[in-house]
């Protein structure tokens, strides 16, 4: 995973996205899937930004490629952030797209607003009078 500054160009990313994964398999690894993840707000400010733009690399290798697509990573000016992370089990897949139409976000939207409503407690103002007014018998009986 690497983040890049939000400032730069949408081709410019892209040609970063390209570069990298080019020196990846020049130095011996294979390339499993490589997404752009957007543009997101950082949890701290980095070299005073505070969005970056998020690419995640999947990549299988014997390991001595990595020293040398970081030292690229380091030496850029556009990359703020870059993390390497060991995977050990099964490769990763390419998953599916989630991005879903506006009608079936609407619909599920409100299928969760009557869910929703099913499961408050129904409170009414009779209740809430009707104990009112039971202190006050009492009160009445006692006197």
Known sequence: MYILRPDIAEDEVTNHIDKYNKLLEEFGGTILDSQMRGKRRLAYQIKKHREGIYVQLSHQGDGQHIFKIEKSMRLSEDV????????????????????????????????????????????????????????????????
């Not at 989630?98 to 869910?115: C, F, G, H, R």
């Not at 499961?119 to 009492?138: C, F, H, I, R």
């Open 80 to 143: 703020i952030r870059y993390m390497t992370v060991k995977q050990e089990g099964p490769l990763p897949t390419q998953r599916p797209s989630t991005k879903k139409s506006p009608q079936a976000d609407d619909k599920e939207n409100s299928e969760t607003k009557v869910e929703s409503k099913e499961k408050q407690p129904l409170v009414s103002s009779d209740t809430e009078t009707s104990g009112k007014d039971n202190t006050a018998t009492k009160e009445n009986t006692e006197s």
